[in-house]
């Protein structure tokens, strides 16, 4: 068995359209809608689920898509059975087992209170421009205090974060993430060796993400950068024009690109990224090479940006003198 399937569904796959490979959770072959040339070739876009019967193909301008393996086996051309390939047993073991809760615990975020928390706020108009309204910037925190004694019944907080409970509420801003599985804090002190701090806050089934939604909500553009002050500085003075172009702005709060595409391709339901980075400038080019080569099946095209000005590390930093690279 591989999956819910049985070893004769691998060598039906195998005698009809060839390679075949098995990943931790798909079986990946040729798509018979869309790649049919017959010529060799490193990856194919087609992924079938091993968990349910069903597939779905990542390239661009398949006419089929997505479908169940009945449909699958029909296109290829046989009359062959699709329940004698599934084992009918492990689908109805899943179908009676308890479903496991995947909504996230809300939380509640403290008003801002820009006279109590001055130096905070004026933190946070220097990094962002002093036209910025506090008040619409997603899941701020300045009241770290109140914010983990209002949800500390329903959030198991990380034990590190009541140890730095003082230090955090006197010198750091707190950002949640979109799914309220990270909480990201920023120390206000530029000067201080300890920059920031992450914790999770609860689990999520994919790599959470902070994000901000462009203005072209058809779009399948998005920018993406480690830091949140980042993306939040782009998509204030839209520096590289392409504002009424995306669909989302997203920080993946650290260097794991990866992981962040794979997750915003299944959450928000993109299959075929146009990506812009806006790179810091100690990560090599080479690595978004490799990047894009290993998620070419989710991946359309790939851009990366530098700030190239001497003054900068990265998208926050002025003044900015972007460098494109195509990949």
């Known amino acids: 068995m591989i999956g819910i399937y049985t070893n004769s569904f691998i060598k039906f796959l195998q005698d009809n359209l060839g390679d075949v490979k098995i990943k931790t959770n798909n079986i990946v072959i040729p798509c018979p809608w869309c790649e049919t040339s017959g010529k060799d070739k490193n990856h194919y876009h087609l992924y079938i689920s091993l968990q349910i019967p069903m597939f779905h193909c990542f390239k661009a301008n398949c006419p089929k898509k997505s479908g169940n393996i009945a449909s699958l086996i029909r296109k290829i051309g046989t009359n062959a059975d699709p329940d004698k390939f599934i084992d009918q047993d492990i689908i ?60 500390q019944n329903n959030i198991l907080f990380n034990e590190t974060i009541f140890k730095l409970r003082d230090y955090l509420q006197n010198n750091f801003v707190g950002f949640t993430t979109e799914n309220t599985g990270i909480i990201f804090f920023r120390n206000i002190d530029s000067t ?71 997750s915003i391709a299944f959450n928000e339901n993109i299959y075929r990224l146009d990506i812009s980075i806006l790179s810091d400038r100690d990560v090599s080019i080479d690595y978004y090479k490799k990047l894009k080569y ?16 001497k003054y900068g590390k990265d998208f926050n930093d002025f003044p900015l003198i972007p460098e494109r690279f195509i990949i």
């Open 92 to 151: 109805n073991q899943k179908k009676q087992e308890p479903k496991k809760t995947s909504k996230l615990k809300k939380l509640i975020i403290p008003e801002l209170n820009e006279n109590r928390f001055k130096l905070k706020s004026l933190y946070i108009k220097k990094r962002l421009g002093f036209n910025v309204e506090i008040h619409s910037i997603k899941g701020l925190i300045f009241d770290i205090d109140k914010f983990i004694d209002i949800n």
């Open 192 to 262: 201080s060796e300890f920059k920031h701090f992450k914790a999770k806050l609860q689990d999520s089934k994919f790599t959470d993400y902070y994000k901000l939604n462009g203005l072209d909500f058809n779009s399948n553009r998005v920018v993406l950068a480690e830091g949140i002050f980042d993306i939040y500085s782009e998509y204030i003075f839209d520096t590289l024009k392409l504002r009424n172009k995306i669909k989302i702005y997203a920080s993946v709060l650290s260097s794991n690109y990866m992981s962040l595409i794979k």
């Open 294 to 309: 290993y998620n070419n099946h989710i991946i359309n095209n790939l851009t990366v940006y530098y700030n190239k000005s």
